[in-house]
């Protein structure tokens, strides 16, 4: 007798998927910094077929990740923008100061 045995993290018909954080992840992209959003869209593309596979923890460590890469690349952005205001604040004050 060949009994099949499923794959032991497979999900249940009732279990919901891991979001994919697709969406953010494509704004993080478009709108903060590229690279690390194409990452995140990477993890985002996984997260689905792993579920539909049957691999259950492959799918949350890939909604994971692409939550953390989208994380990453929006706090790169607002650090950067805080750099640039910051850097033309104090240009402004070193010029009046120094009548450049």
């Known amino acids: 007798m060949d009994e099949q045995i499923p794959y032991q ?3 249940s018909p009732a279990a919901t998927p891991p979001s994919n954080y697709l969406i953010g992840a494509i704004l993080a ?3 903060c910094c590229q690279i690390l959003g194409i990452v995140s869209i ?3 593309a996984q997260v689905n077929s792993k579920w539909q596979a049957g691999d ?4 949350r ?5 692409a939550r953390l890469w989208m994380w990453l690349a ?3 952005a607002v650090i950067i923008f805080i750099g640039a205001i910051t850097t033309g604040i104090g240009v402004a004050i070193l010029s009046d100061v120094f009548n450049w």
């Open 9 to 11: 993290n497979s999900p």
């Open 29 to 31: 992209t478009l709108f």
């Open 42 to 44: 990477i993890y985002a």
């Open 56 to 59: 259950v923890d492959g799918a």
């Open 61 to 65: 460590q890939s909604s994971k990740n």
């Open 74 to 76: 929006v706090g790169s």
